[in-house]
Nanobody, 119 residues
Framework: VQVVESGGGFVQPGGSLRLSCAAS????????MGWYHQGPGKQRDLVAGITSGGRGNYADSVKGRFTISRDNAENTVYLQMNSLKPEDTGVYFC??????????????WGQGTQVTVSS
């Protein structure tokens, strides 16, 4: 199983970015998918998660600014980030809770994508 993020980059405060994360390989079914943020010198924290049924949950710091969505047919999760702030800077990691085709349940992480918000 591979989990690959894309869409990071450099943006000015108030700008927007859209992150994508695709899971591929020997996947039978995916439960939850989520995005985590790790700021410089800080721990990795949950930003947003989404269930297989499409119900999302958000950290208080991003409510009203970020939107998580998923495409179950493509095993992909997205994070639309609007009104970005300098404190949103960091590496964003995708997290996928799934069952493989050997019926083993595991959590997989992507390699991370850098987001820098600065003027």
């Amino acid at each position: 199983v591979q989990v690959v993020e894309s869409g990071g980059g450099f943006v000015q405060p108030g700008g927007s970015l859209r992150l994508s994360c695709a899971a591929s390989g020997s996947i039978f079914s995916i439960y939850s998918m989520g995005w985590y943020h790790q700021g410089p010198g800080k721990q990795r924290d949950l930003v947003a998660g989404i269930t297989s049924g499409g119900r999302g949950n958000y950290a208080d710091s991003v409510k009203g600014r970020f939107t998580i969505s998923r495409d179950n047919a493509e095993n992909t999760v997205y994070l639309q980030m609007n009104s970005l702030k300098p404190e949103d800077t960091g590496v964003y990691f995708c997290n996928v809770d799934l069952i493989t085709d050997r019926h083993s349940r595991n959590v997989y992480w992507g390699q991370g994508t850098q987001v820098t918000v600065s003027s």
